[in-house]
């Protein structure tokens, strides 16, 4: 009788997950993130909120101290970058440093947190672009028709090559960042308003002023989607140098942009003036500066550029949140099919088909429930993005901190240490700030608990997919 050695059967080896192709550099990458944080919409709108309920003439140096604490994450964001080669983004960092249940917690209150603030923008597109054509053609539609025009044009845009995506938001974001700034050069050729070149950013007793709490709320509102560098790594020329430089270079432009700008505002009125401006009517502030000090051509190409403006920023944030389903799905999160690239574009075309029809779906909704596309849906569900981002960096920064502590691949001080840490402290601060004035933000406590509760529950379906799904829990730390 012949003995027969019997083997056990070889596992089924795991698809090799696909790669999202493209060559983009530098420029490219900060166009995609200068573009989500909106310049134009941030200077018009969030700019006279901020001079009018927050620190009055010191904001513009609260754009400046952002930038700072977020100078400080970024150092040991792109750090532990070189040695994460994955495009998951902020999850996959929080997964390698915390853990696997923390990570896929991150996991979904990302999705959640980008979710919200593209059909928030959807919805505010809709009806800026509804009163443009309302204004200079004469007839009207519905705002959501107008949200349903741009979410299938931005759906085309998004399942086709990256680098296409990265042309259209470059054009329209040299148009509007070109026009701010001649409204800025006018107003400091000019020496100002009436009372002058404004100094209040110099003064610490104007800067304290007022509530600088909300200040810090609505400016750092302004840089939202300036970490999505990581997320497009596999689209990257040599992410290991191209991430790290379009991280601080999206930084530094995106701050000195706001902060000049804002500054630009506060001196056209005066320190005074631009106050009770603001207070009266802060969404026509920017457009009747430009009339102003430019005249009514300027004032009028606000209002175009300003749909461009968040065109651009609609664009850019489907592209992120297509990506991190793309990630979600490769790491065995999501189902794999969204994990899959197409073949000709290299694009994430079924992740971004699935966060169409989820946009499309809640704008659905908003309208069934009746709610209004600014004060409602973009106002409520920015809170939501808002809260949601800062608790993202916060955990991130103890990530790298407990990363490099543990693994010893780099062991300087500042970049794995010091850095992180102050982050970490000043992110506690601001996330403290942001839920302080939730219910501002969203339009009541009761709203602010509810929020508050969607992005707990966010959180906490990490640790119970963790248990359900092991196999993607697996694939989670290893991103």
Same mark, same amino acid.
């Not at 919200?116 to 054509?133: F, N, R, S």
């Not at 999505?228 to 432009?253: H, K, W």
């Not at 209004?372 to 608790?391: H, K, M, R, S």
């Not at 997919?465 to 991103?479: E, G, K, M, N």
């Given at each position: 009788?012949?003995?027969?050695?019997?083997?056990?059967?070889?596992?089924?080896?795991?698809?090799?997950?696909?790669?999202?192709?493209?060559?983009?550099?530098?420029?490219?990458?900060?166009?995609?993130?200068?573009?989500?944080?909106?310049?134009?919409?941030?200077?018009?709108?969030?700019?006279?909120?901020?001079?009018?309920?927050?620190?009055?003439?010191?904001?513009?140096?609260?754009?400046?101290?952002?930038?700072?604490?977020?100078?400080?994450?970024?150092?040991?964001?792109?750090?532990?970058?070189?040695?994460?080669?994955?495009?998951?983004?902020?999850?996959?960092?929080?997964?390698?440093?915390?853990?696997?249940?923390?990570?896929?917690?991150?996991?979904?209150?990302?999705?959640?947190?980008?979710?919200?603030?593209?059909?928030?923008?959807?919805?505010?597109?809709?009806?800026?672009?509804?009163?443009?054509?309302n204004t200079h053609l004469g007839f009207s539609w519905h705002w959501w028709v107008w949200s349903a025009v741009i979410l299938g044009i931005v759906g085309l845009l998004g399942?086709?090559?990256? *680098? &296409?995506? %990265?042309?259209? /938001?470059?054009?329209? @974001?040299? #148009?509007? =960042?070109?026009?701010?700034?001649?409204?800025?050069?006018?107003?400091?050729?000019?020496?100002?308003?009436?009372?002058?070149?404004?100094?209040?950013?110099?003064?610490?007793?104007?800067?304290?002023?007022?509530?600088?709490?909300?200040?810090?709320?609505?400016?750092?509102?302004?840089?939202?989607?300036?970490?999505?560098?990581?997320?497009?790594?596999?689209?990257?020329?040599?992410?290991?140098?191209?991430?790290?430089?379009?991280?601080?270079?999206?930084?530094?432009?995106?701050?000195?942009?706001?902060?000049?700008?804002?500054?630009?505002i506060v001196s056209a009125w005066g320190d005074a003036g631009s106050v009770s401006r603001a207070g009266a009517d802060p969404g026509t502030m920017v457009a009747e500066t430009?009339?102003?000090?430019?005249?009514?051509?300027?004032? *009028? &190409?606000? %209002?175009?550029? /300003?749909?461009?403006? @968040?065109? #651009?920023? =609609?664009?850019?944030?489907?592209?992120?949140?297509?990506?991190?389903?793309?990630?979600?799905?490769?790491?065995?999160?999501?189902?794999?099919?969204?994990?899959?690239?197409?073949?000709?574009?290299?694009?994430?075309?079924?992740?971004?088909?699935?966060?169409?029809?989820?946009?499309?779906?809640?704008?659905?909704?908003?309208?069934?429930?009746?709610?209004?596309?600014?004060?409602?849906?973009?106002?409520?569900?920015?809170?939501?993005?808002?809260?949601?981002?800062?608790?993202?960096?916060?955990?991130?920064?103890?990530?790298?901190?407990?990363?490099?502590?543990?693994?010893?691949?780099?062991?300087?001080?500042?970049?794995?240490?010091?850095?992180?840490?102050?982050?970490?402290?000043?992110?506690?601060?601001?996330?403290?700030?942001?839920?302080?004035? &939730?219910?501002?933000?969203?339009?009541?406590?009761? @709203?602010?608990?509810? =929020?508050?509760?969607?992005?707990?529950?966010?959180?906490?379906?990490?640790?119970?997919?963790?248990?359900?799904?092991?196999?993607?829990?697996?694939?989670?730390?290893?991103?």
């Amino acid at each position: 009788m012949t003995n027969e050695v019997r083997q056990a059967p070889a596992e089924p080896t795991p698809a090799a997950p696909h790669r999202l192709s493209g060559s983009l550099g530098v420029g490219s990458i900060v166009f995609m993130v200068v573009a989500a944080a909106a310049p134009l919409t941030v200077v018009a709108g969030t700019v006279p909120i901020g001079i009018a309920v927050g620190n009055r003439a010191g904001f513009p140096l609260t754009y400046v101290i952002c930038s700072a604490i977020l100078m400080l994450f970024a150092v040991g964001f792109t750090t532990m970058s070189r040695h994460i080669p994955h495009a998951g983004g902020f999850y996959a960092y929080i997964g390698q440093g915390l853990g696997r249940s923390a990570g896929l917690g991150a996991a979904f209150l990302a999705v959640l947190s980008y979710t919200a603030v593209l059909v928030a923008v959807y919805g505010y597109i809709g009806a800026a672009l509804g009163d443009l054509v309302n204004t200079h053609l004469g007839f009207s539609w519905h705002w959501w028709v107008w949200s349903a025009v741009i979410l299938g044009i931005v759906g085309l845009l998004g399942y086709r090559h990256i *680098d &296409l995506s %990265s042309k259209v /938001l470059g054009v329209l @974001l040299v #148009a509007e =960042v070109a026009v701010v700034l001649v409204i800025d050069l006018f107003v400091v050729a000019k020496g100002g308003g009436s009372e002058g070149l404004s100094t209040g950013l110099l003064d610490p007793g104007t800067v304290t002023s007022g509530a600088p709490g909300i200040a810090i709320m609505f400016a750092l509102a302004g840089f939202l989607g300036f970490e999505a560098t990581v997320v497009f790594r596999d689209e990257a020329r040599d992410p290991a140098r191209t991430i790290p430089r379009a991280t601080y270079l999206s930084l530094l432009l995106i701050g000195s942009f706001y902060a000049l700008s804002s500054w630009a505002i506060v001196s056209a009125w005066g320190d005074a003036g631009s106050v009770s401006r603001a207070g009266a009517d802060p969404g026509t502030m920017v457009a009747e500066t430009a009339q102003v000090f430019v005249g009514t051509f300027m004032s *009028d &190409l606000v %209002s175009v550029l /300003l749909v461009t403006s @968040l065109m #651009a920023a =609609v664009l850019s944030f489907h592209n992120v949140t297509a990506r991190y389903v793309f990630a979600l799905g490769n790491s065995g999160v999501l189902p794999t099919r969204c994990g899959r690239s197409h073949e000709r574009h290299g694009s994430p075309h079924v992740a971004s088909v699935i966060v169409t029809i989820v946009a499309a779906t809640l704008i659905v909704v908003a309208v069934v429930a009746g709610l209004d596309p600014v004060l409602e849906v973009f106002t409520w569900l920015a809170g939501i993005a808002t809260v949601g981002v800062v608790g993202l960096m916060l955990f991130t920064c103890l990530a790298v901190v407990v990363f490099f502590r543990r693994t010893r691949v780099d062991v300087r001080p500042w970049q794995t240490l010091i850095a992180p840490s102050l982050g970490l402290v000043a992110l506690v601060y601001c996330l403290y700030l942001t839920v302080s004035n &939730l219910p501002l933000l969203v339009g009541g406590t009761g @709203l602010a608990r509810i =929020v508050g509760g969607i992005l707990l529950a966010s959180i906490l379906a990490g640790p119970v997919v963790a248990v359900l799904r092991p196999h993607a829990s697996a694939h989670t730390a290893d991103l």
